[in-house]
């Protein structure tokens, strides 16, 4: 292994040697290699920020905490001037931009071009507040990392000792104002409602300000003193809507680590949210959400309704080839939707995030069709789902999503019930895998339930449905050796 990597080191080696030459020629607009080389993740950060010493504290931290705590303790340092800022705006302005760094792994341009600038402004009262000025390219952060870099900017000017912003009513309205124009401009993930805006702006401790993006300006509330510009600011109207309100249960994790005070709004925020999105998921159950059908693209397929019967049916774990906020399915499941799904595809889903990227699992069930001719089965094989695929008639059932149960964890979820799994099947008692009905009753027989390959569907047939079913087959029904036959049509 060492080998390895030490022929990468210095195959890099030599290949930077070749571009120092290059440059020297004259023939680019630079004579210098501009892409420094990282070692790992902190070293990134430092090179994109241009802050030294930075990486070393970052690897002390990570080693303690989860990368999220370590965007935010990293601000004790800041603000103990262990790498050289002496004044405040400087201060917040090295640390949120190290924050979001740190957050988006180096490899995005928001830390940088996403961040126009950090102020510290005065509220009526004569006390200092921290306004953060976002632009565009922000959108590249993400949604975490966005509502994130609010929370490092709060827990920063809380240690430097500078009050919460204390917002006029007309910017509020502002607010409201400006989000829902933009809206209208490029059309967000999630339009908040006034009353949704209201909350963040009047409880948020940090100022969530802008530079222009667009060419329209606002109509109402212009020229107000604390807002510098009419023209609508498209890195503000993201960091709210697709950051603060769809990324609060992340916000209030940290926030419940950090022991911070002055954000429980966000569970206000959340229950706002839920109440527009549908019923609350509470203790007894939980229950559908249509926010992934909304502002749907014509020509897009659905594939299931919200938790409706024949819809994908969950199933926890993961696969050697499905990696972070993925979703695996059967290979002849991709072939019975037609093929609109494929390796790589990013399917928006019902919970627990706003998409997963789609891979091929052969171990999970894959889909039940009934064909042309009447018959029901469950296609667990790719080769013959293409084969059936202009077959098929209807599907009855489109077969087990593999999410992680990480997924679930990272957006601060609850745990949604699953199917009955083989995985479950031998934590019960289950041995080996039974080939036929007759080795699934010999495990029966053994102590062991059903193996979930033989349960069929019947959860999604209600019991009055069933007893229709029952009584029927025993008055019109007949046995023919080892068949039973039953009139098509009743």
């Known amino acids: ?65 989860s990368r999220e705590e370590a965007s935010l303790k990293i601000g004790d340092d800041f603000v103990a001037r262990r790498f050289g800022e002496t004044e405040k705006e400087e201060i917040l302005d090295h640390t949120i931009r190290t924050s979001m760094a740190l957050l988006t792994e180096g490899v995005v341009s928001a830390p940088i071009e996403g961040i126009a600038k950090v102020a510290v402004r005065k509220n009526d009262d004569g006390t200092e507040y921290l306004s953060i000025y976002y632009a565009g390219p922000i959108r590249s952060a993400g949604g975490t990392a966005q509502a994130l870099s609010v929370l490092v900017g709060d827990y920063t000017r809380r240690l430097l000792g500078i009050n919460r912003y204390i917002p006029r009513p007309e910017e509020i309205e502002r607010y409201i104002e400006e989000i829902r124009q933009y809206n209208n401009i490029m059309s967000l993930q999630y339009l908040p409602s006034p009353d949704e805006i209201r909350l963040i702006i009047q409880n948020c401790p940090v100022c969530i300000d802008g530079e222009p993006t667009e060419k329209d300006e606002v109509s109402g509330y212009r ?227 059903l193996h979930p390959d033989f349960t069929l569907l019947w959860d999604d047939v209600t019991p009055a449905k069933i007893r229709i079913l029952a009584d029927y087959v025993s008055t019109q029904g007949t046995l023919s050796g080892d068949t039973l036959k039953i009139p098509e049509n009743p």
Not at 27 to 56: F, H
Not at 240 to 257: C, D, H, Q, T
Not at 332 to 339: K, Q, S
């Open 1 to 65: 292994m060492q080998a390895y990597y030490d022929r990468l080191n210095n195959g890099l080696a030599h290949a930077m040697e070749v571009a120092v030459a290059a440059r020297k020629t004259g023939l680019d607009p630079e004579m210098v290699v501009e892409i420094p080389i990282a070692n790992d993740l902190a070293d990134r950060v430092e090179a994109q920020v241009g802050i030294k010493g930075v990486a070393a504290r970052i690897r002390e931290l990570e080693a303690e905490m």
């Open 223 to 449: 020229n107000l003193e604390r807002v510098e510009t009419n023209t609508v600011r498209g890195g503000m109207a993201l960091v709210i809507a697709e950051g603060l309100i769809l990324k609060a249960p992340k916000v209030l994790k940290n926030v419940r680590k950090m022991k911070m005070d002055g954000w429980d709004w966000l569970e206000e925020l959340m229950h706002s949210k839920s109440a527009g999105d549908g019923p609350e998921e509470e203790e007894i159950g939980i229950h559908p959400k249509d926010k992934f059908l909304r502002d749907l693209i014509g020509g897009r397929p659905v594939f299931a309704y919200p938790m409706r019967k024949g819809g994908f049916r969950l199933v926890y774990g993961r696969s050697r080839n499905t990696g972070l906020a993925a979703g695996g399915l059967h290979p002849a499941t991709l072939h019975i939707l037609g093929d609109f799904l494929a390796v790589g595809t990013q399917m928006k889903t019902e919970r627990p995030g706003k998409a997963a990227g789609i891979s091929p699992v052969d171990s999970i069930q894959g889909p039940t069709v009934m064909l042309i001719n009447g018959d029901v089965l469950r296609i667990d094989d790719a080769k013959k789902a293409r084969e059936l695929s202009p077959q098929v008639a209807s599907i009855l059932d489109v077969g087990e999503i593999l999410i992680s149960y990480g997924e679930f964890m990272e957006n601060n979820h609850v745990l949604a019930p699953c199917a009955y799994c083989e995985a479950w099947w031998h934590l019960e008692g289950g041995t080996g895998h039974p080939e036929s009905e007759e080795e699934a009753l010999v495990c029966c027989e053994n102590g062991a339930y």
